[in-house]
């Protein structure tokens, strides 16, 4: 029966990557029950059993997070172009229902993103891709490394996590200001606080470029700071990093206590070595980093 099961999670799992790899092309019925080898008489029904979705609202919704990203953080891009690649026909069509769902024109949230209904928006998605996408970390996943010091450009976010968005608009273009471009210059989240604290307010983080190079604020809040060197713990996560929560409790509720080591006295962290949506969302990769004595 669990054989079966893993299976069943299996075939859906590679529905959802090839769905994340052909957000440009036609994914219609056939293709998609043939890239899980189901009927397709019955997979329109199994794929909404399984995520609470039907097909198209789930590729609607996903090539909808793509579109609101390549708005917000990719400026290069034109509205018309991402209407087109999200399965729109004309703009106008695109900005109605980007507006219908999350209260703002394409231009609009380009500009200035309200990120609290667009974070409602996508609960279902979240929902749905959670189903088969929860990591099991084992201790063959963890290596202790020695991380050499590396000075850092600083954004801090402080304050509501609903924001953040905001902020890393911010930090992207500066960055891009600054000629700091990611392939060249790595990306790290520094976090100061829990994902969840009690209070809103108490959320914390530092939007972190590595650079060695005179810091030119450019009128932003920017800090030279140093991701301190020495032993740490890393975890390799692949797919969905929106939330790493999940493989920071892993090391600190598991690997820590059961490895015999000690954490030092710097906060953990992760560098992103990969963004969506310049790939697609499961091959997206960060590596997380435990201080360690």
């Known amino acids: 029966m ?8 299996a075939r859906m799992q590679r529905v959802l990557d090839h769905i994340d790899r052909h957000l440009d092309d036609d994914l219609d019925l056939d293709a998609l029950s043939s890239v899980a080898a189901y009927s397709k008489y019955h997979f329109h029904r ?17 090539r909808m997070k793509r579109a609101s990203f390549r708005l917000a953080y990719r400026d290069a891009q034109s509205i018309t172009d991402i209407a087109m690649d999200a399965g729109y026909d004309a703009p106008d069509a695109f900005a109605r229902a980007f507006r ?13 993103p309200d990120w609290e209904p667009w974070l409602a928006a996508f609960g279902p998605l979240d929902t749905a891709r959670s189903k088969l996408m929860q990591r099991t970390f084992t201790t063959d996943d963890v290596i202790i490394r020695d991380v050499p010091p590396t000075p850092v ?3 801090e976010h402080r304050g509501d996590p609903t924001t ?5 608009q911010r930090f992207i273009a500066w960055r891009k200001a600054a000629g700091l471009h990611p392939k060249t210059s790595p990306t790290f989240n520094v976090w100061r606080s829990e994902r969840c604290p009690a209070s809103a307010a108490d959320y914390s983080v530092d939007l972190c470029v590595g650079t060695d190079q005179p810091i030119k604020a450019n009128g932003e809040q920017i800090k030279a700071g140093e991701i301190p060197g020495g032993r740490c713990a890393v975890l390799r996560v692949v797919g969905n990093t929106d939330n790493l929560e999940p493989a920071a409790l892993y090391l600190y509720r598991d690997w820590l206590p059961a490895s015999g080591e000690e954490a ?8 992103r070595m990969s963004f969506f949506p310049e790939v697609p969302e499961h091959e997206a990769v960060a590596e997380l980093f435990l201080p360690l004595k």
């Open 264 to 271: 030092r006295d710097f906060p953990i962290y992760c560098q």
């Open 153 to 155: 450009a600083i954004m």
């Open 46 to 62: 199994q794929f909404t059993a399984t995520f609470g979705l039907s097909v198209h609202r789930y590729i609607q919704l996903v």
């Open 164 to 168: 953040l968005g905001a902020t890393i």
């Open 100 to 112: 219908q769902r999350f209260g703002q024109s394409p231009s609009s949230f380009r500009k200035s």
């Open 2 to 9: 669990k054989a079966a099961l893993q299976n069943y999670h």
